[in-house]
């Protein structure tokens, strides 16, 4: 058992250390499109690539799910390779179906989203890397299902690495603007794909069976209304605050909330380390006064996180080097306050994970599609309610209220059938001192007086005020230093 858990805890490190890095590479991207794209352009890309984030969902229905759990129960290698080959070959068979009339009717589908003429062609780029992106999907789940985590990890940087050289490339070298966007993720997933192509090969059968496919669509179709509430809670806001204003105040709102990547990355790397500690000691006596005082750190950690980036992203993000280029371009920074908004919605996600343990200890997955559909249909009529009103602000608004709303209904369905008792002082003091900071930061900046001092006045009294509050103690900061200079 001990070498087991060994082996959970190199491949979780693996895999969660390759997704971080392989998203703050991807953010490399943000500073640079924004400093060579215009807005309106950068919004074009956006609205385009969250079209991408539905589609993946539609192209794969569900099939990589069901061949991990097939794929795990099978005998022998006989099994394991035709439980392989029968979805990889119906995913290959409909991602052509799908995409041949998407190709050949580009035009019209162009005018139906209310795409320019003169990006019609991009869709083409589109509908060929999904293609290819999907059909590596179970490849990559088969790695994952052998064990093969840093065969995993190399061929997912090495995709983003293509992607990012191609794009500096045929920015810089050759002038391509937004299209090189488009050349460079097809490249890349070409290149994803070859490399996976020996462990395709080896596996592949062409003994068909109807019977397997039919259990693992029964198995896998019902992924799909969980997969899409939890993307339109990430994603809708894209299409609908392009139709509620236009292309240049799209890629000023999504520009900034990139920039909640801080956070988020925080969350993921908490999830990683998180799912498997609460699944390996669940039956530990203490576990549940185990995982309230888990929750009071994060809280504790992310809120402190969050009030640092919050107070000064302005300056980091404007913040000019190399001839006048700065983090975020400069066109882009007038939706730079919305980013506080951003980072606390990736903070309430992150409380979202931390009760996430008891669904899964008791066996109640079942609850998440409903939970994360009420967050998606909040954020459709949040954002249709809002953005008329308050514009980006309202988009972001709405992004915190759906987060919320999905967190809070976690919370309560995890009470119900694993009941822990949080810290719910230490945790009202948290929650309540970011609001004031919050509040307190919005003021300054709607009367045009958030100077520099005043937020180092709000960080001092963030700090101070968990003290006061008996958040923490003058002793267990002792006790944490000592412990780190052991």
């Known amino acids: ?43 074009v890309y956006t609205y385009l690539y969250a079209i991408i984030a539905f589609m993946n969902i539609a192209y794969i229905y569900g099939l990589d799910a069901a061949f991990m759990k097939y794929f795990s129960l ?22 052509i179906l799908f995409s041949l009339p998407l190709i050949y009717f580009y035009k019209g589908i162009g005018n139906t989203i209310n795409l320019q003429t003169e990006f019609h062609h991009l869709l083409i780029y589109l509908v060929s890397f999904l293609t290819i992106d999907t059909l590596s999907l179970i490849p990559f789940a088969l790695l994952r299902m052998q064990n093969k985590s840093v065969k995993f990890a190399i061929i997912k940087i090495l995709n983003i690495v293509t992607n990012l050289s191609m794009n500096f490339i045929l920015i810089l070298g050759y002038d391509f603007g937004i299209e090189a966007i488009f050349i460079s993720n097809l490249v890349a997933s070409g290149l994803t794909f070859i490399l996976l192509l020996p462990d395709i090969l080896s596996n592949l059968t062409f003994n068909f069976s109807s019977e397997i496919l039919k259990r693992m669509l029964k198995f896998g179709l019902p992924y799909m209304p969980g997969s899409l509430s939890a993307m339109m809670v990430q994603m809708i806001s894209v299409p609908i605050l392009r139709e509620l204003t236009d292309d240049g105040t799209l890629g000023i709102f999504r520009a900034n909330y990139k920039l909640g990547i801080f956070m988020m990355l925080f969350a993921s790397m908490f999830q990683y380390a998180w799912q498997p500690f609460f699944l390996n000691n669940a039956k530990e006596e203490n576990a549940k006064e185990l995982f309230s005082k888990v929750l009071t750190l994060f809280l504790l950690a992310a809120s402190s996180f969050w009030v640092v980036l919050s107070l000064f992203i302005d300056n980091i993000a404007g913040f000019e080097f190399l001839d006048g280029i700065s983090i975020i371009g400069k066109n882009f920074l007038s939706g730079i306050y919305i980013v506080p908004i951003i980072l606390f919605s990736h903070l309430l996600y992150g409380m979202y994970i931390n009760f996430q ?9 079942k609850y998440f599609p409903l939970i994360t559909g009420v ?42 059938f694993y009941p822990i008792k949080y810290e719910y002082s230490k945790i009202s003091k948290i929650l309540l001192t970011c609001i004031v900071i919050g509040s307190a930061y919005y003021v300054l900046l709607f009367n045009n007086s958030l100077l520099i001092g005043y937020k180092f006045i709000l ?18 900061i002792k006790s944490v230093l000592a412990l780190l200079k052991k």
């Open 1 to 43: 058992m001990l070498e087991k858990l060994k082996q959970l805890s190199k491949e979780t490190a693996i895999y969660g250390a390759s997704t971080i890095v392989g998203r703050f590479l991807n953010f490399l991207l943000v500073p640079f499109y924004t400093n060579v794209l215009s807005t309106d352009l950068f919004g």
């Open 459 to 476: 960080l001092a009294a963030f700090v101070l005020s968990l003290f006061v509050f008996n958040v923490i103690k003058v002793s267990e």
């Open 357 to 365: 343990a008891g669904i899964y200890i008791e066996e109640k997955t």
């Open 74 to 95: 099978a005998e022998n290698d006989i099994q394991k390779k035709q439980n392989f080959s029968v979805p990889f070959i119906t995913v290959f068979i409909t991602s």
């Open 375 to 416: 967050g998606a249909l909040t954020n459709i009529l949040l954002n249709f309610l809002l953005i008329p009103i308050y514009g980006i602000y309202g988009a972001a608004i709405t992004s915190l209220i759906s987060y919320f709303v999905m967190a809070s209904g976690l919370f309560i369905t995890a009470q119900k």
